[in-house]
């Protein structure tokens, strides 16, 4: 195992990704896309962050990493540190210790569609699927405005906009650009790492006259399984392998494909898609991919995880979250679980977890706006949500990759375990999951990773609207493993912010 040290300084940089509008974007040291990590299962991998912006703060997360004994790791401003004023540094320091594919990006409200996301890859000398496939590719699928964040969220949450109607993104990238081609060799079979580092939009995937075989989802693998086109909702990861054509007759088109579901309206001229090409041949032409009449996307409850974990079958503790979205008396449309629309504490939970001693139990000393939950340790988790909302919604939950024991159809209401069909035996784990529209969700998982982890809707716009819930687990073993090892950086980061530890 190595050690592997990035030195990143955040900045503000030019793009123009849809060749439509040059505008400014969030890079790393003076380059937009941002850099992919590569790195290996086990190794430490330690990130020098310098706060270049001058204008916003900033804060990393690694996106589905579980920070197994390092939370104060994970990166959600105000939840475990203070965000990075605009001058100051922080180091995230870590072992990972998981393979598969991940991302990175800014956790601080509303910022990383204005750049700060990119591809986190853990290579893993043991993957077991490693016979299938000669290279692997990443990816990368997003939405992209014109606009910048700070400016869209100020008219998204507001008396003028009281339905709520998010933001509807200008254009779709494929590693940030919409001009991509990857050179392909006959007779080979590639890996594509497909994460959607979206701010919005799911979208769906196919690519022309081949078939792709998942082999991993949100870094865990799958057994191999064949499907023409699936459906990447924001934060979600997919591992595919494609076997290129044994000639170069032709080159064919992939593409990624916006679910205009998600949009209230669609306006004239979008360009939903963003086609990308497998190259066989120069010489020949690129096509324009076909017209496709109806959407069919694969369904990750079919997936079998790999290693056949079994269902935790015994539930010891059980979170129901009912969701919906409402107006509060500024007339502005919010998010709300059970009620209660987050409200970023002015203490990041994680401080207050560790300054508290035995009270970190109590969930009354994490105020009233975080919707929080205290988790005991080494607990079967049963965490049942119910959309009371119109729309998609792809949940993410940091620390874990779940179980998904149910998910409802379109209108399903909320779950009732006793007309509920029967449990999978060996369910597929994730850590993004899309419930669908009024229906419901049970995700399983065991509280064996002490930490502050936030469960929450993955669309940008809902987490500045409050579809976060903040999960306490196991706080006294917690206190034992972080006793003394809360570094300088993090101490500071909060003074700079004039925020108390505690
Ligand atoms: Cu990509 Cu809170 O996470």
Redesign the pocket.
Known sequence: CAIKTYNFDVSWVSANPDELLERSVIGINGQWPIPTINVTKGDQVVVHVKNSLGNESTSL?F?GLYQNGTTHMDG?AQVTQCAIIPGGTFTYNFTVDQPGTYWY?S?VRGQYPDGLRGAFVVHDPEDPHKDLYDEEIVLTLSDWYHEHMPDLLASFINIANPSGAEPVPQSALVNETQNLTVRIEPGKRYKFRIINMGAFAAQYVWFEDHTMQIVEVDGIYTKPTDAEMIYVTV?QRWSVIVTAKNNSDANFAFVGSMDQDLFDTVPDGLNPNVTGWLVYDDAKEKPAPKEVESFEPFDDFDLAPYDQESLYEHVDYQIQLDMKMDNLDDGANYAFFNDQTYVAPKVPTLYTALSTGPNATNPLIYGSHTNQFVLAHNQVVELILNNDDPGKHPF?L?GHAFQLVHRSPDDAGFYDATTAPALPATPMRRDTVLVRPNGNLVLRFRSDNPGVW?F?C?IEWHVASGLIATIIEAPLEMQKQLAGKIPEDHVEACSAAGVPME
């Open positions: 997360h996106h959600p990006h956790h934060a993410h940091h936030l929450h993955h």
